[in-house]
C-alpha cells in the first residue's frame, strides 16, 4: 500500500485535554467529550480502507488501547507542532509512501469519504488542505515531501490555514481544498455544530454510536 494517514493524538488525561474546553465546561467533562472525538476519530479512520495508519502520542505510548493493530509512535514534545508534523511526513515518505496525509482528533464532521476524496485528489494535486473554520485546518496531504509548509507559523492561531496556503503559492505547488468544517475546540464550538445540538449534543451522539 503507498497511502499513509498520520493521526495526531493527545493521551485522555484529566487536566490535559481540551483545555480550551476545559476552562467552560469543566476538566472531567471536557474529557469525556474528548474520549469521544478520540472514539469517532478511530472510526472513519479504520473505514478508510485502502491506506495504512499511524498514530502518534503527544504525552506517552499506550500498549493497550483504542489504538491497537495501528502503528505507534511519540511525538517530540520539545519541538514544536509544525517540526513534529514535518518528522512524521518526512519518515512516511522515507519509507516508501506516495501520498501522506494527517489529521488531529478534534473533527466530528469529518469522514471516512472526505478522508479519500483528499487522497484521491493527491493524484493530480501536490498538496490538498482541508482548512478548518478556527483559521487552522483538520487535513493536510500531500505527494512528496514538501517540508517549507510548516515552517514560520504561528500554531493554534487562526493565521495557520492562510500562512499555508500563502508557502504552497511560494513553492509553486499544486492544490485543491476540501469542504470547511468545525474542529470541536471550545463550548462555542460544539454549539454550532447544528446536527449535534439536535441529537441532544456530543456524550448522546458518543453513547449511541460507541457504548
Known amino acids: 500500500m503507498d497511502t499513509l494517514l498520520l493521526i495526531f493524538v493527545r493521551n485522555p488525561i484529566l487536566g490535559k485535554a481540551k483545555t480550551r474546553l476545559a476552562a467552560t465546561v469543566g476538566a472531567e467533562y471536557a474529557l469525556e467529550i474528548y474520549r469521544c472525538l478520540l472514539q469517532y476519530t478511530h472510526k472513519i479512520s479504520n473505514e478508510l480502507e485502502l491506506a495504512d495508519k499511524r498514530v502518534y502520542y503527544a504525552d506517552f505510548m499506550n500498549d ?49 469519504n472526505l478522508l479519500q476524496k483528499g487522497f484521491d485528489q493527491l493524484s493530480s494535486d501536490d498538496v490538498v488542505v482541508g482548512p478548518a473554520k478556527d483559521g487552522g485546518y483538520y487535513f493536510m496531504g500531500m505527494n512528496d515531501f514538501y517540508p517549507h509548509i510548516f515552517d514560520d507559523k504561528k500554531w493554534s492561531t487562526d493565521t495557520v490555514f492562510l500562512d499555508t496556503i500563502e508557502d504552497i503559492k511560494r513553492e509553486k505547488l499544486s492544490y485543491s481544498l476540501l469542504k470547511t468544517l468545525s474542529d470541536v475546540d471550545t463550548e462555542e464550538d460544539l454549539k454550532n455544530i447544528e446536527w449535534l445540538a439536535e441529537g441532544g449534543g456530543i456524550i448522546k451522539f458518543c453513547e449511541k454510536h460507541f457504548l
Do not use: H, P
Open 64 to 112: 493497550d488501547d483504542l489504538w491497537n493493530g495501528y502503528d505507534k509512535y511519540l511525538q517530540d514534545q520539545e519541538k514544536e507542532l509544525g517540526d513534529r508534523m514535518k518528522e512524521a511526513f518526512r519518515k512516511g515518505f522515507e519509507d516508501g509512501y506516495k501520498k501522506v496525509a494527517i489529521i488531529g482528533s478534534d473533527c466530528l464532521e469529518l469522514t471516512s
